[in-house]
């Protein structure tokens, strides 16, 4: 469903990616692993449009992606699910969600996609009507993610999304996670610092470092490989 081909992103004179090609097999989830500085969120950044890469291609679906506009993007089926959650707090949780659907003409439809995302993430439901500053940092997550799925996308692009959660409320979302790919068949790209529940998830998984792709294989030999943990992931 995605391929992206030698890809080459720069912040100035850092070249934050440098010549990354890998693909992501429809109805999966691909895990993007690598220390701080590998460039993982450029490379998601970059998909999505946020970056606009030096050089390298994006296709999905076998549309060209490279240079379109964000809102362009999302429109082919892409979300993407930012590190750090980014909800707007002052909005209630209903709000937030209906952001993720604003562009899509079906009301009927839109309102179906509200009641799927409550029916995955029930604590929305019951806080629907409460400001996204009160929820807790889980719930702001599943509601960053329930945004996303709003716009029904086919592939749902995730940057860090265990990050500051405790374990626990980590292994939910990744749960939810893989139950999404099998019933709604959709494909997932994941970035994550925590590498082994990442990889307990995922089919393949890619290793940045330096920018570059140092390791593209199954998640599972990935997993069990220690000299990969030593030198790449830090376990």
């Known amino acids: ?15 934050a990616l440098d010549g990354v090609s890998l693909t992501v097999p429809d109805h999966s989830v691909t895990a993007v692993l690598g220390a701080n500085g590998a460039g993982k969120t450029t490379l998601l950044r970059t998909i999505t449009g946020l970056v606009r890469p030096v050089s390298g291609a994006v296709r999905y679906d076998g549309k060209e992606l490279t240079g379109l506009p964000v809102e362009d993007i999302v429109r082919h089926g892409v979300a993407h699910v930012p590190e750090g959650r980014g909800v707007i707090q002052e909005l209630t949780v209903e709000e937030n969600l209906r952001l993720g659907a604003l562009w899509r003409s079906d009301k009927r439809d839109r309102a179906r996609a509200l009641e799927e995302v409550y029916g995955l993430f029930p604590a929305l439901g019951e806080r629907r009507r409460r400001s996204a500053f009160t929820l807790s940092g889980g719930e702001r997550q599943m509601l960053a993610i329930g945004r996303a799925l709003m716009a029904r996308p086919r592939m749902l692009l995730l940057d860090e999304p265990s990050l500051g959660l405790a374990p626990l409320v980590t292994a939910q979302i990744l749960s939810l996670l893989a139950g999404l790919v099998r019933r709604q068949r959709l494909t997932v790209l994941i970035v994550e610092q925590n590498a082994a529940s990442a990889l307990s998830i ?34």
């Open 1 to 15: 469903m995605l391929e992206v081909e030698s890809l080459t992103t720069c912040y100035g004179a850092v070249r």
């Open 202 to 235: 995922a089919e393949r998984a890619v290793i940045l470092s330096l920018g570059r792709v140092a390791v593209a294989d199954a998640a599972a030999r990935v997993a069990a490989d220690p000299n990969l943990h030593h030198h790449y992931l830090g376990f």
